[in-house]
């Protein structure tokens, strides 16, 4: 098992729609959890970071964390064609090291 | 304040070189990490450096090294070239690695070439 895992893609959603993306951790002692952004040829931008369990909203973004079911997810509200990325969720396993998963591609058509 | 600075953006080698790769973290931040990406692995974590030690290493093996000097800055440094070795190598800082509020920022990468 992966320690971290992404619903593979791509992803594929009409402008104006939400996107859901979501990601499990192995690693019952992970402490934070955050989401990048990627654009081809470039590289990782923070888009949201939680450490919490429940929902945390910044803008158009809602990042949602379940310790429980370690599970954490990210839904874009009103996606716009800029919005088409890949999408990497990241999780601290352990002092120092951050896990990435392997990405999910979103694409947003007009 | 300037981000997370990685020289050089490219790099073309040979097998059998070596290669010495550069990162200068935000202000202020104490550690450094570096990653490997490629298409068919994704980001790889390599190993990352607080306060000129290294704490923590990746399953890389021994050809990749990296240090930290006490300015912060860092230097990873891969031996003996491979093939396999051709990839998009990302520093990223950190003022503390791993906990609340004090995510990772990237650096735009070295594109290494192995040929």
């Known amino acids: 098992q992966k320690e971290v895992e992404q619903n593979s893609g791509p992803l594929s959603v009409p402008e104006g729609a939400i996107a859901s993306l979501n990601c499990t951790y192995s690693d019952r002692g992970s402490q934070s959890f955050f989401w990048y952004r990627q654009y081809s040829g470039k590289s990782p931008e923070l888009i949201m970071s939680i450490y919490s369990n429940g929902d945390k909203e910044d803008g158009r973004f809602t990042a949602q964390l379940n310790k429980a079911s370690q599970y954490v997810s990210l839904l874009i509200r009103d996606s716009q064609p800029s919005d088409s990325a890949t999408y990497l969720c990241a999780v601290s396993t352990s002092y120092g090291k951050l896990t990435f998963g392997q990405g999910t591609i979103l694409t947003v058509h007009p | 304040k300037a981000g997370v600075t990685q020289t050089p953006r490219y790099l073309i080698k040979t097998r059998g070189q070596q290669v010495t790769l550069s990162c200068s973290p935000i202000?202020?931040?104490?550690?450094v990490s570096w990653y490997q990406q490629t298409p068919g692995q994704g980001l790889q974590f390599l190993f990352e450096?607080?306060?000129?030690?290294?704490?923590n290493k990746g399953n890389f093996p021994g050809r990749f090294s990296g240090r930290q000097f006490s300015n912060s800055r860092s230097e990873m440094n891969v031996s003996t070239l491979e093939l396999g070795d051709s990839a998009l190598y990302l520093c990223?800082?950190?003022?503390?690695?791993?906990?609340?509020?004090?995510?990772?920022?990237f650096g735009n990468g070295t594109r290494l070439t192995v040929t």
């Open positions: 202000s202020g931040h104490r550690s």
């Open positions: 450096y607080f306060s000129e030690t290294q704490r």
């Open positions: 990223a800082s950190s003022f503390l690695p791993g906990q609340e509020n004090s995510p990772l920022h």
